[in-house]
């Protein structure tokens, strides 16, 4: 069974930073994608960012640019996101997604239940 | 990185069908048959109900239905069921830099 938990979400101030976790089991991580969508409380779904199955192609949106950073470690089955300069527009839940393919195709299978992240002071 | 254009809602009664359209442009929607559409219920995870614009993952009900013409995805549901009731999203892939664009999302009301 696939299962994708997220974690490092919670309460910080403008300006701060944080770092998501996600823990992947059930599959061959290294042979996926993965992804970080978000939702703002109230409002639809925003793509973050994406990494291929190697680290080789990395994207971001252009509203986190610069202040987020993707990676993973295969050899841990775990996808992080490395939040800086957090404004309080990003506040939201963060989703972990695992893509279809090996280079991102934007085809998200497995979704984990997400973790809260709230920018305020 | 404009999101994709859906209706902000739509509504039928059981047993009818319904159709959310999804609007792009030239660079995602038109560009790439890399159109998924995602089911959530309140306080829900996203469920993918269609992907690579018509298929099908297992275990998805047969009443789901998927279609690009242009630069428009469209979903349609069949025989609607109250269990329908959600809200629902479409996601393109853009290109490799910035990979995923989603619609604003449509509420389906089964009245």
């Known amino acids: 069974e696939v299962q994708l938990v997220e974690s490092g979400g919670g309460l910080v101030q403008p300006g701060r930073s944080l770092r998501l976790s996600c823990a992947a089991s059930g599959f061959t991580f290294d042979d996926y994608a993965m992804h970080w969508v978000r939702q703002a409380p109230g409002k639809g779904l925003e793509w973050v960012s994406g990494i291929s199955w190697n680290s080789g192609s990395i994207g971001y949106a252009d509203s986190v640019k610069g202040r987020f950073t993707i990676s993973r470690d295969n050899a841990k089955n775990s996808l992080y996101l490395q939040m800086n300069s957090l404004r309080a527009e990003d506040t939201a839940l963060y989703y972990c997604?695992?893509?279809?393919?090996?280079?991102?195709?934007?085809?998200?299978?497995?979704w984990g239940q997400g973790t809260l992240v709230t920018v305020s002071s | 990185q404009s999101a994709l254009t859906q209706p902000a809602s739509v509504s039928g009664s059981p047993g009818q069908s319904i159709t959310i359209s999804c609007t792009g442009t030239s660079s995602d929607v038109g560009s790439y048959n890399l159109v998924s559409w995602y089911q959530q219920h309140p306080g829900k995870a996203p469920k993918l109900m269609i992907y690579e614009g018509s298929k099908r993952p297992s275990g998805v009900s047969n009443r789901f239905s998927g279609s690009k013409s242009g630069n428009t995805a469209s979903l349609t549901i069949s025989g609607l069921q109250a269990e329908d009731e959600a809200d629902y999203y479409c996601?393109?892939?853009?290109?490799?830099?910035?990979?995923?664009?989603f619609g604003g999302g449509t509420q389906l009301t089964v009245l």
């Open positions: 997604a695992k893509d279809m393919a090996a280079a991102a195709a934007a085809l998200f299978d497995y």
């Open positions: 996601c393109s892939y853009a290109g490799s830099s910035t990979p995923a664009v």
